[in-house]
């Protein structure tokens, strides 16, 4: 039974199961099912995942086991009281083109792989939007694959939705970002993904984009890295090219991972404000015109502002190339971009081409070379080939008795704006918003 015959049956008065009847329940979903009363035990599997979620009721509270092939989509607007989680038995074997949630609430998708391969038009993989709230997307592939359209996401979130928890994925070759976020989107983590572009050919953009009024978005222990020659992307972008008061506030970058990345600056702000980047590690960064850290604004009216910015605590590692360019970059024809209030501090330069700068940031413009000494990696960087693997994030591990690890501040000390240190406690799960300690307690 389909969700538009459910609703037509309930016009006429038809009796059907009371909300909540399915809740507590595991029903099992596959390619070679059918959909049918009475079915969804796994050896006698349900077809479709929008029959499965009418199973459900709105009280939600249930499971859906997605068995090997490839499944049809659900529609959008699926929102229930208690998570309803929709998986893979067995991981990434389970696979749809693309996943629209439209004003979904509850939704948990785990293990999926969201291949957008023989697209017919320019449609993003997975698209979280109209108000969406309180979804969870984890342990899943999302790639455009072999569609060939431009101008699509692999990840895009917009138009208001919030508490949305993107984390442990594999996120790579969208023909634009691969994560793109804007519209009023707020209270996002993004945490432990690999994110990557192989084989498309995108310039100009970054992997990860936020622009257009985003704010309270957390991103933590990402790995970033552009692996095609061919791009000129950067990794993370906090604003864009939008017009003045659209910019983006209350950004975090903690813990990441910036690998082989090129091109516009690997971390750059565009138009952002009361944003902290702490305890990342950019490494090869062999950027063709700009630094590894770039302050820009683009927009023709030029009143695109930057400003609270807190570079802390980041090891920038061979950053700059044999071409000698800067660790920060300010270009020359934005001077109004340079935000009035900055912070940077306790950022360990490792450059054996350029000379040793002794007393900090004295110049956040042109800053380049090393302070103290190697960061003392646990792993082989010699190995940081090919398509990113989780073993890059061992390799990039700093040993214990690494001198940098002794210098790492309290953030919570540092004078940052009272926005990013509200955000900062509820991220932790000692503010007021329970959604964060159940994020950070399963």
Known sequence: MTRQVMLALCCLGVTLPAFGAGEGKTLYCSPRGQDAPGRGAEKTPLKTINYALTQVGKAGGATVVLLDGAHRQPSSGWAFDKPVVIRAQNKHRAVIERLFLHRAK???IDGLTIDRKSAGRAVNVLHIAG??????????????????????????????????????????????EEIDTLQDVHDVVVRRNIVYQY?????????????????????????????????????????GSVKGGEECHTMVALGNLFVNTTGRGAMTFGGAKKCLVANNIFVNHNDRRTGAITIY??????????????????????????????????????????????HFSHNLYFNPVQAVPKNGVHNPHTE???????????????????????????????????????????????????????????????????????????
């Open 199 to 239: 084989r498309i050919k995108e310039k100009d953009q970054a992997l990860i984009s936020n622009k257009r009024r985003a704010y309270r978005m957390m991103y933590e222990g990402n790995l970033l890295a552009n692996l095609n020659p061919e791009s000129s992307n950067g990794a993370l972008r906090f604003g």
């Open 297 to 342: 604004s683009n927009h023709p009216r030029g009143d695109l502002a930057n400003d609270e910015l807190y570079v802390v605590h980041n090891i920038l590692y061979n950053v700059t190339g044999p071409r000698r360019r800067p660790v920060f970059s300010f270009p020359p024809k934005n001077q109004a971009a340079f935000p009035k209030k900055w």
């Open 131 to 176: 108000w969406s709230s309180y979804c969870i997307v984890r342990n899943c592939r999302i790639t455009h694959g072999a569609g060939g359209h431009q101008n699509t996401d692999a990840v895009k979130i917009n138009q208001g939705a919030h508490h949305i928890l993107i984390e442990d994925n594999e996120v790579f070759d969208g023909t634009d």
């Open 368 to 442: 380049t070379g090393a302070m103290f000494k190697d960061p003392l990696f646990v792993g082989d960087l010699g190995k940081l080939t090919g398509r990113p693997t989780p073993e890059w994030f061992e390799i990039l591990k700093l040993q214990k008795d690494s001198p940098f690890l002794k210098d790492a501040p309290d953030l919570m000390k540092l004078p940052l704006p009272k926005e990013l240190k509200t955000f900062l406690k509820d991220y932790r799960g000692e503010g007021k918003d329970p959604w964060y300690k159940q994020i950070n307690t399963k």
């Open 106 to 108: 509850n939704l948990v």
